[in-house]
């Protein structure tokens, strides 16, 4: 029998960095391609959103015209959400789930790099409207028949749309597959630590709603330019079927961007006090809980339409206040007597908890449809998906930056620029958004680029538009501090947190194939295993050769 | 805290105007009372844990490694679920108030929206059409339940009056008979605020309208202005005393009549023919006040200013020969 000896390919031949990056199937540097390009549309979609504030600081018209402010508030819709925090997390998801799990890479490389690429190409194709007399103005939800007046802006924004979904939907498969058939050995699904959980339901959510919006996208587009009659009364179309394609797909989108960010501060909370995460397993069935009934609510966003069942829709709504109860009980549960370090990864966790705690009590006020019929497209709606996207993801983005930056280039961030980032950021951020509420109740609407001296909103408004800007000038000792870091920052050695999970038992960074070795997996808990055992107070180790042989039994039974 | 809070008038809507309104509010200050304890207790909790817990420098030590406690996530599992189901239950009783249609509405006005306007058509077949430079009024009566029927002409739109604490969509269906239909009784008279909540395209913002609540009488003349081509009159605050006169076959119905003095009243002045009537007061060859001119069948109330006492005539312009009366100013 011969034996064939393997030369890494990477050392075969040598290419420029350009090159390198550009032609990369490496999880790693993907992911960091990822999370590069969701931060650059970030700031773009954040330079709207001060357009936005600017706007509205006072009533008038100063600054921009309405049709130049309708492309604004539906490019910041849809970039942000499409384009940076749903990319974002995907990027940490590619960078650090197959770390996670003890694996050398994603199940398909190419398909990896693929569904990158698609996501600049698809982003550019969205904004180019700008250059074509002008972007898409209907709203980041698109509603027919407003579609059916749309220039060519609106045809970019929906094949834009269509391709970063198919990015989306085979980043979905990848994970999926990496998840179920690249796990290390030992690792059991109830093994896995929880952002790779969040991350599993999340791809699942992901294939099962984006080809429903994929499938909308395309029937709009044949509306638009080929005499469809889907969605345009005009012609026999139903406007209200489009709200029904997009919110199938539009509200497990909501858990989509919420769920890996829940998964981020579940792995930042345990390592920082020190403790398991209580309650995994309940975590886990309350994340599959939410991936479920997401399908369920999606007319609540349609209560004034009058053209839904509304005691089903704010029933199964209201129901997710349950998984979602259960695991703000286990964050608060995983708190208590720990011993909290409160660096800045850490801050931002506990800045997640403390405003997505907002979103979600006002999102279960507004499944209540008399109120809703108040609240609907006012404000106050602005304000509940702001404290769910923004307090809440991407609060997690920024733990998610600080926490496993030194894993991904060897060095730790500054800790005291990034607390004067934090205080800045959530400060800026509440002062921004809470006023919202108010303006909401008091009546007033969305998406108006202009508003009456005599309704009393400016001082509201006025105090919204500084804290944007607060929010805007946090990024600056976020900016300082990455570039600080890569010239000077504190080497970070392979595991400057006392982490929990696998990604902390290679190298900052990892090598191409991540890991020479793998310790023994016996819980979702390795490298705290290793050092610690249990935590109890007595090592048992002949525990751990029963358990590790039960487990590699109970595992070829699951897969 | 709470009560601080509430009176403050922070994080309340408008004080409603409607009956259901009402209902709407009711509910929302239950919601709002479990969200603040919701708040408290979780954020409570948070700084709680952050000041108590806090690692001491230099502190290796683990602390117990708690991994659950079924009965505990039992009990935490119960306590959504019990504030779900009580909001879930509040909120279709009172659905169901904010729902319910009457039999006989006082008024049944069809709403149609439009880029970017609005356009109100009364039962009576008279409609009002707004500009941006002239958003139009929405008179409805107060007191009596109002039915509108909400229709879009493009573009969905929605129909949003913040101190009604109601909104509903217009929305163009291609079968006309699924349109929306909303239902309140205002309990209150005056002017409120509406614009368009749903975005509709360029000009959404200023999609405004305004609703002019009136007592029986004053709507009925206003929708009468409103036909008549007339500015309805401003409204009524409150008429202390009303006098009321009839226009048939070229003839008054009365011939005298007799009010306070330095006290404003009104005339509600009934035109029962298709000819054009009015009601003037003069003093020998002085105007003292001009009413506008009912050119249809139908009702005005006019707001006669305060008169000092004396003896005074009231006559119609159009036929001051035919049509004549005394009005006594009395002490």
């Given at each position: 029998m011969a034996t064939t000896t393997l030369e890494p390919q990477a050392s075969a031949y040598r290419r420029s960095w350009v090159i390198d990056w550009l032609t990369t199937v490496d999880h790693k540097k993907i992911g960091i391609l990822y999370i590069v390009n969701s931060f650059l549309f970030f700031f773009a979609a954040g330079i709207l959103a001060l357009v936005i504030r600017s706007e509205l600081a006072?009533?008038?018209?100063?600054?921009?015209d309405q049709s130049t402010y309708n492309q604004a508030f539906t490019m910041h819709g849809t970039i942000m959400l499409f384009l940076f925090i749903i990319p974002a997390l995907s990027g940490f998801g590619n960078y650090i789930v197959p770390l996670q799990l003890g694996a050398p890479d994603m199940a398909f490389p190419r398909i990896n790099a693929l569904s990158f690429w698609l996501l600049p190409l698809g982003g550019g194709l969205i904004f180019s409207g700008y250059l074509f007399g002008?972007?898409?103005?209907?709203?980041?939800?698109?509603?027919a028949p407003l579609t059916q007046q749309g220039g060519v802006g609106t045809d970019l924004w929906i094949i834009g749309l269509t391709l970063v979904g198919t990015a989306s939907i085979l980043g979905a498969v990848n994970f999926i597959a990496t998840i179920f058939k690249m796990r290390a050995p030992g690792m059991t699904l109830f093994r896995m630590p929880i952002f790779v959980w969040t991350v599993l339901v999340t791809a699942v959510l992901i294939l099962l709603a984006t080809p429903v919006l994929a499938a909308g996208l395309i029937a709009l587009f044949i509306d638009r330019n080929y005499g469809g009659s889907f969605f345009d009364p005009s012609v026999g179309g139903n406007p209200v079927l489009w709200q029904h394609i997009f919110w199938f797909f539009g509200h497990p989108e909501v858990y989509i961007v919420i769920l890996p960010a829940m998964g981020v501060v579940s792995e930042i909370l345990p390592v920082f006090s020190r403790k398991p995460l209580f309650g995994y397993r309940a975590f886990v069935f309350a994340t599959i809980a939410i991936g479920l009934l997401s399908f369920s609510v999606w007319a609540h966003h349609m209560f004034t339409t009058g053209a839904v069942f509304l005691p089903f829709f704010s029933f199964m709504t209201a129901l997710i206040a349950i998984p979602t109860g259960i695991k703000m009980f286990n964050w608060l549960a995983t708190l208590w007597r720990g011993k909290l370090l409160l660096n800045t990864p850490m801050l931002f966790a506990l800045g997640f908890l403390s405003m997505f705690l907002i979103g979600g009590i006002s999102g279960v006020m507004l499944a209540s449809p008399p109120i809703d019929f108040h609240m609907q497209d006012t404000y106050f709606v602005v304000a509940h998906l702001h404290y769910v996207f923004f307090g809440g993801s991407v609060f997690g983005v920024f733990a998610a930056t600080y926490y496993w930056f030194p894993k991904m280039f060897g060095r730790k961030l500054n800790d005291r620029l990034g607390k004067v980032h934090f205080w800045m950021h959530f400060i800026g951020f509440n002062l921004a958004f809470f006023p919202m509420h108010q303006l909401g109740l008091s009546g007033m609407p969305r998406r108006v680029s202009d508003y009456s001296a005599d309704t009393g909103w400016t001082i509201l408004n006025f105090a919204s538009t500084i804290g944007a800007f607060l929010i805007a000038l946090s990024v600056i000792p976020f900016l300082i501090n990455v570039i600080a870091t890569f010239i000077n920052g504190e080497p970070a050695g392979d595991d400057p947190w006392e982490g929990n999970t696998l990604e902390w038992a290679t190298t900052s960074p990892p090598p191409p194939y991540n890991f020479d070795t793998l310790p023994p997996i016996h819980s979702e808990r390795p490298l705290f295993f290793l050092t610690h055992g249990h935590g109890h107070s007595a090592e048992r180790p002949s525990d751990l050769e029963e358990t590790d042989e039960d487990d590699v039994e109970r595992r070829d039974g699951i897969v | 805290m709470l009560i601080v809070f509430l009176l403050a008038g922070c994080l309340l809507p408008p004080e409603p105007k409607t009956d259901a309104g009402r209902d709407v509010f009711n509910l929302y200050i239950i919601v709002l009372v479990l969200a603040a304890i919701v708040f408290v207790a979780v954020e409570g909790f948070i700084l709680y844990a952050v000041v108590r817990y806090r690692r001491k420098p230099g502190d290796e030590t683990l602390p117990e490694q708690l991994h659950g406690n079924t009965t505990v996530e039992i009990i935490w599992t119960l306590i959504p679920t019990v504030i779900v189901f009580i909001l879930f239950g509040f909120s279709m009783v009172t659905l169901a108030e904010v729902e319910a249609r009457s039999e006989e509405p006082g008024a049944t006005i069809q709403v149609d929206g439009f880029q970017w306007q609005w356009r109100f058509t009364y039962e009576e077949g008279v409609s009002e059409t707004g500009t941006l430079d002239e958003p139009p009024t929405l008179y409805v009566p107060v007191g009596e339940p109002v039915r509108l029927i909400l229709s879009s002409e493009d573009v969905n739109h929605a129909f949003f009056v913040p101190e009604f604490l109601i909104k509903r969509d217009l929305i163009r269906y291609?079968?006309?008979?699924k349109d929306n239909e909303i239902e309140f009784t205002v309990t209150e008279a005056g002017t409120y605020a509406g614009q368009c909540a749903e975005f509709c395209g360029t000009s959404h913002a200023e999609m405004t309208f305004t609703v002019e609540a009136l007592p029986r009488a004053d709507y009925d003349a206003a929708i009468a202005g409103i036909a008549s081509g007339e500015?309805?009159?401003?409204?009524?605050?409150?008429?202390e005393v009303t006098v009321e006169i009839k226009a048939d076959n070229t003839q008054f119905d009365i011939d005298e009549f007799e009010v306070p003095a330095e006290t404003a009243f009104c005339i509600e002045f009934e035109n029962l023919e298709a000819v054009p009537h009015n009601v003037s007061i003069y003093d020998g060859g002085t105007n003292l006040f001009e009413g506008a001119f009912v050119n249809e069948p139908g009702t005005i109330t006019y707001e006669v200013p305060a008169l000092p006492a004396g003896d005074y005539t009231f006559i119609c312009d159009a036929h001051p020969i035919d049509m004549v009366g005394d009005v006594t100013v009395t002490e």
């Open positions: 006072v009533p008038g018209l100063q600054f921009v002008g972007a898409a103005a209907e709203g980041w939800t698109g509603y | 291609a079968d006309d008979s500015t309805p009159p401003p409204t009524t605050a409150e008429c």
